[in-house]
Every structure is written in structure tokens, then in C-alpha cells.
Nanobody, 128 residues
Framework: QVQLVESGGGSVQSGGSLRLSCVAS????????MGWVRQAVGKEREAVAE???????GYADSVKGRFTISEDNAKNTVYLHLDRLKPEDTAMYYC??????????????????????WGRGTQVTVSS
């Protein structure tokens, strides 16, 4: 069981940066991959990044080189640093988690419906 709370969204001009935060409250002893999914109005959800407990991360091609996922295990917090933002990055960004007891490599899921736990989302708006 996981509770996720995102923060840090806002409005920024094209080329700017934001840092999103996700505080994870874990109520069991299972392992999880943590990640971020975004959804723009009128478009399907897209998983953009995942990270494992050791800090190994994977990214969707659409954000690779511009977004960085990181974690502070002591604070139970996952971050997403968004750099060189583009108007097409405008979306609601959700913190997500999926059980990973087998400790396989965490990478963005092709089907976001696989994620078991979702935060409420934080809005990112990028103006041209």
C-alpha cells in the first residue's frame, strides 16, 4: 500500500525549468518502482521516467536528455527535474508506483495502466 503526494508544478516559459516532488508513504515491506506519468488534454497518458531503490533510472524518448528523475531515500521522496521545457510538455504530471518484489530494472511502462498507485497530479504549463 502506497500513498503518493506530488507538488512543484506551475507555469513556466519555454526553455525554463521546474522540479516536481513526490512524497511516498509506504505502508508495507514490499519494493516498488517509482515513476512519473503525464497526460496532456486530449492525449493518452505517457510514462516518462522510472527509478529503482538504487537510483537507476529509465526515460521515455520524448524527455530523454531534458528530464531527470532522482530520489532521496531518507526523505521517501522522488523528484523529477524538468529542464529545457517545451510547450508540448504541458500536462498533468502524476507520481506513480508499481510493485517490484523481483527487483527487476525499472523503466517507463508502455501501458500506464500497469501502475498500481497514483498521486492526484500536479499541473505543468509551458508557454511559448
Amino acid at each position: 500500500q502506497v500513498q503518493l503526494v506530488e507538488s512543484g508544478g506551475g507555469s513556466v516559459q519555454s526553455g525554463g525549468s521546474l522540479r516536481l516532488s513526490c512524497v511516498a508513504s509506504v505502508y508495507d515491506n514490499r519494493r516498488y518502482c517509482m515513476g512519473w506519468v503525464r497526460q496532456a488534454v486530449g492525449k493518452e497518458r505517457e510514462a516518462v521516467a522510472e527509478i529503482d531503490n538504487d537510483g537507476s533510472a529509465g526515460y521515455a524518448d520524448s524527455v530523454k536528455g531534458r528530464f531527470t528523475i532522482s530520489e532521496d531515500n531518507a526523505k521517501n521522496t522522488v523528484y523529477l527535474h524538468l529542464d529545457r521545457l517545451k510547450p508540448e510538455d504541458t500536462a498533468m504530471y502524476y507520481c506513480v508506483a508499481i510493485q517490484n518484489d523481483e527487483r527487476t530494472w525499472c523503466s517507463p511502462r508502455a501501458d500506464p495502466d500497469e501502475y498500481t498507485y497514483w498521486g492526484r497530479g500536479t499541473q505543468v504549463t509551458v508557454s511559448s
